[in-house]
């Protein structure tokens, strides 16, 4: 049977008792701003300068402190795909050309025209080879890489497919990604819509051997963009498509296989597949809550390219993916069983690159650290060798039971309310209980979310029309049996400006008020002014009064409310202002 990782659960963290933190953004622009979108990039072979592509030029960037990366010079090329570095020479590829730039100097160099369009440019670890993939089905061999560029020596080969390789379209090969292997003997091709991956000489580009990545079962997913994660979907016979590709060492090496949602490692010298994550990939993205339910018809998280490297003694893989705000690393100390380690949260589709300090994905720059990782601090718990899927949550609202347990909601049709143990690090989510009207579950755009003494759940919901606005009752297994609604006056003024943002409870003197909060001022009050609700569930009546946050109020919106005591209120401000103290 193929060993798959599937299943494998060894936990965040890392040998050495370490794990990868956040150091920082790995450039800024002249501003101060967050530099644009990377798209790819490349690291000079003494590891101290990051060079980084993004829609319109590259960007050089000092390594010499990781956790302080320092801008060094800007130069402009339009529309750049792929960079790589060979010595003191940066190789930058765009729609019809090569570009080279001086490492050191930061200027340019000279441009070798193009026989195609460029997927891919790679070099080989000493900086004295290049090759370039070509959409016509054939790569472009550069060696002897010093002076002009118009001296280098060049060759064109064809990537040739026998009938017995097994791979599907042999006249038309389709290159995707390339990479040399560390003796620079070998190059990769990944062929994805040919579902294989080609290995060539690196001297000639003559063919060694065409590997088939095959077709797998895949079990136990979400194929539904319907609103919520549900583990219980089969994709049959999928074709792996195998896109990005890294040399674990010169007879191994890794490719990311998006259509069976996994990555894979290869021996070369036998020819064949001998590992896949399976599910396991899949199933950590929704573990930590990175998991986009709206992928889940698209590929899910879609793997789409991966980095080898050594950190701290250890070798490991990156994972990238092209949907989900993540970059997965994986063990290697034992190359032919790789071991999850942890998610470091990312941009999607970050290019990755790993230098003997550090990991960097797009705009993020990781490194080794002791003790446990910062991120993340919410996971699911498993049942039956899967996560419980959640993405993303609202409100909080403690247990009136039990200190160590906290409620929160979904943002997944139907809703469901979480319950978390706060007592282990990270924080699990142990149970799910779904919201249900007439028996049926049902969604709802929920905003806050209060337990009441007798184990009841008050739910602040809005939505598109004021009239949404209201505070729903739900018992213990979550059935909704009530409501209680806002009064015609206030949602009247509540058009364009944004609804109910928190609920919150207490009771005095035996009789229960609940508080609500609103994420923006009523057209009808004075400007500047929040307002904020209570309601008397003796009397069913409201009262109202107003707050005026200290900052300015066109870039503030009311989260949260919760009831401290008798006497004050604490609400949260959201986007980019500091929470306040409790409001007397």
């Not at 590891?47 to 960037?61: A, E, K, M, Y």
């Not at 930058?92 to 195609?116: E, W």
């Amino acid at each position: 049977m193929l060993p798959t990782g599937a299943a494998r659960a060894d936990g965040p963290g890392s040998t050495a008792g370490q794990s990868f933190h956040r150091l920082g953004p790995t450039s800024t622009t002249d501003s101060g701003a967050a530099a644009a979108t990377v798209t790819d990039s490349a690291v000079s072979h003494d590891g101290r300068t990051l060079v980084s592509i993004d829609r319109s030029g590259l960007t050089f960037s000092s390594l010499s402190d990781p956790a302080a990366p320092k801008r060094l010079a800007r130069v402009s090329i339009d529309s750049p795909t792929a960079v790589a570095v060979a010595g003191d020479r940066v190789l930058v590829a765009r729609s019809d050309a090569l570009v080279v730039i001086g490492l050191s100097s930061r200027r340019r160099l000279g441009t070798i025209t193009l026989d195609g369009t460029p997927s891919d440019v790679a070099t080989s670890s000493d900086g004295r080879r290049a090759a370039v993939a070509l959409n016509t089905g054939s790569l472009l061999l550069l060696s002897h890489l010093s002076g002009a560029p118009s001296g280098w020596h060049s060759r064109t080969s064809t990537i040739r497919l026998d009938a017995k390789s097994g791979l599907l379209h042999r006249s038309d090969p389709q290159p995707d990604q390339i990479a040399y292997s560390p003796d620079g003997r070998k190059i990769a091709i990944t062929l994805p819509d040919n579902d294989g991956i080609s290995i060539v000489r690196a001297m000639d580009g003559g063919r060694i051997r065409a590997i088939s990545a095959g077709v797998a079962n895949v079990t136990g997913i979400d194929t539904h963009a319907d609103g919520a994660i549900n583990l219980v979907d089969n994709l049959w016979s999928r074709k792996r498509r195998p896109t990005g590709v890294a040399w674990i060492d010169n007879n191994r090496l890794a490719s990311t296989s998006p259509g069976t949602r996994s990555w894979s490692v290869y021996d070369t010298s036998a020819g064949k597949l001998t590992w896949d994550s399976g599910t396991g990939l899949e199933y950590r993205a929704v573990e930590n809550g990175l998991y986009a339910d709206a992928d889940s018809g698209h590929g899910g998280t879609s793997p789409d390219t991966v980095a080898v490297g050594e950190l701290g003694g250890t070798a490991y893989a990156f994972i990238g993916v092209k949907h989900g705000n993540f970059t997965a690393a994986y063990s290697l100390a034992h190359p032919a069983d790789p071991s999850y380690r942890q998610l470091l949260p990312t941009q999607a589709a970050a290019p990755i690159t790993v230098t003997a300090k550090a990991v960097i994905a797009a705009g993020d720059i990781f490194g080794l650290k002791p003790g446990a990782p910062d991120f993340p601090t919410l996971q699911s718990s498993w049942a039956d060798n899967k996560p419980l899927g959640w993405d993303g949550t609202v409100g909080l609202a403690a247990d009136q039971f039990h200190a160590e347990q906290v409620y929160t909601l979904t943002g997944q049709n139907p809703t469901q309310i979480l319950s978390v143990n706060t007592s282990t690090q990270p924080a699990k989510i142990d149970s799910a209980i779904t919201l249900r009207r007439n028996n049926k579950p049902f969604g709802v755009q929920a905003t806050g979310l209060y337990q009441r003494s007798d184990g009841k759940f008050v739910i602040a919901a809005t939505g598109a029309h004021a009239a949404d606005n209201r505070l729903l009752i739900a018992d213990r297994n979550g059935n909704v049996g009530s409501s209680i609604t806002l009064p015609a006056d206030v949602t009247k003024g509540m058009a364009d400006t944004g609804g109910l943002s928190g609920v919150s409870g207490t009771t005095i003197n035996g009789t229960e008020y609940l508080w609500v909060s609103f994420a923006r001022p009523l057209r009808r009050d004075p400007d500047g002014v929040f307002r904020m609700g209570r309601y008397d569930t003796d009397n069913k009546t409201w009262t109202w009064y107003g707050y005026r946050p200290e900052s300015d109020t066109g870039s503030v919106e009311v989260g949260s409310i919760n009831v401290v005591d008798e006497h004050r209120l604490a609400l949260v401000e959201q986007r980019g202002v500091e929470q306040k103290a409790p409001l007397t």
